[in-house]
């Protein structure tokens, strides 16, 4: 009784909360808030992925971004699965909640963009260029990210909280166990390896081979379906509803 009593308590602040600030602000604010909340998103970091690997080579900020990627990826997707929370905007009557951007098909608890936002933001400032400064700049762009969530109407308070959470959870697991394995697993592919290795540098054989070339762009066309494939749907539909 004392769990389900506490439940009820968090479900309700995260009624009161998101009925407050959903759409706050008017047009201005949902729109640079729309633009930050793109940041939160996976398209980013499967670029980056792609970019270190075949146009940039670098094993060390692969294996990390790579290993930060996989970590929420299993995480997040595993607990979405478990938890089965509805989004805000199932959940309330139609016009109470507004959504600002395309409606997500996935569960609500906890929030991917907010995992990706702090777990990213903890590796670059943390990780990457070892600063202190720019690890705080990132975390408080993390929280506008993960605000954003809620002022377009996708995610409850408790959804962005705990993917705040899970973000510094995915990110040790990254930065001691997932990323150190990756990075071994490729230093010992590169042993195998027929042609020279260029590290950190722009890869020659985007120039002087042309089906790498084209490998390449495929790859990075590959990542563009996938990130407009549910806009492209959402489109469909709302064409099919209209004839």
Same mark, same amino acid.
């Given at each position: 009784?004392?769990?389900?009593?506490?439940?009820?308590?968090?479900?309700?602040?995260?009624?009161? +909360?998101? @009925?407050?600030?959903?759409?706050?602000? =008017?047009?201005? %604010?949902? /729109? &640079?808030?729309?633009? *930050?909340?793109?940041?939160?998103?996976?398209?980013?970091?499967?670029?980056?992925?792609?970019?270190?690997?075949?146009?940039?080579?670098?094993?060390?900020?692969?294996?990390?971004?790579?290993?930060?990627?996989?970590?929420?990826?299993?995480?997040?997707?595993?607990?979405?699965?478990?938890?089965?929370?509805?989004?805000?905007?199932?959940?309330?009557?139609?016009?109470?909640?507004?959504?600002?951007?395309?409606?997500?098909?996935?569960?609500?608890?906890?929030?991917?963009?907010?995992?990706?936002?702090?777990?990213?933001?903890?590796? +670059?400032? @943390?990780?990457?260029?070892?600063?202190? =400064?720019?690890? %705080?700049? /990132? &975390?408080?762009?993390? *929280?506008?990210?993960?605000?954003?969530?809620?002022?377009?109407?996708?995610?409850?308070?408790?959804?962005?909280?705990?993917?705040?959470?899970?973000?510094?959870?995915?990110?040790?697991?990254?930065?001691?166990?997932?990323?150190?394995?990756?990075?071994?697993?490729?230093?010992?592919?590169?042993?195998?390896?027929?042609?020279?290795?260029?590290?950190?540098?722009?890869?020659?054989?985007?120039?002087?081979?042309?089906?790498?070339?084209?490998?390449?762009?495929?790859?990075?066309?590959?990542?563009?379906?996938?990130?407009?494939?549910?806009?492209?749907?959402?489109?469909?539909?709302?064409?099919?509803?209209? %004839?």
């Amino acid at each position: 009784m004392e769990f389900k009593e506490f439940s009820n308590r968090i479900d309700q602040w995260d009624q009161k +909360i998101i @009925l407050k600030y959903n759409g706050k602000g =008017g047009k201005p %604010i949902t /729109l &640079i808030l729309k633009l *930050i909340s793109f940041f939160g998103r996976e398209t980013i970091w499967l670029f980056l992925m792609a970019f270190y690997l075949i146009v940039w080579y670098d094993p060390f900020l692969l294996s990390y971004i790579s290993a930060t990627f996989l970590t929420g990826l299993i995480l997040i997707v595993v607990i979405k699965k478990t938890i089965k929370r509805k989004r805000p905007f199932e959940r309330f009557e139609k016009g109470e909640i507004s959504v600002f951007e395309r409606k997500p098909t996935s569960r609500s608890f906890p929030s991917w963009h907010s995992f990706n936002a702090v777990s990213y933001g903890l590796l +670059i400032g @943390l990780s990457f260029l070892r600063s202190p =400064g720019v690890t %705080i700049l /990132l &975390i408080i762009f993390a *929280i506008i990210v993960s605000f954003s969530r809620i002022h377009l109407g996708v995610h409850y308070p408790s959804d962005v909280i705990f993917g705040c959470i899970f973000g510094i959870i995915g990110f040790l697991i990254a930065l001691y166990l997932t990323g150190p394995l990756i990075f071994n697993i490729l230093t010992y592919i590169e042993q195998f390896t027929v042609h020279e290795i260029q590290y950190r540098q722009l890869n020659t054989m985007l120039f002087s081979n042309i089906g790498y070339l084209l490998l390449s762009l495929c790859i990075f066309l590959i990542i563009f379906l996938l990130t407009i494939n549910k806009s492209i749907q959402s489109l469909l539909r709302k064409s099919k509803l209209k %004839i």
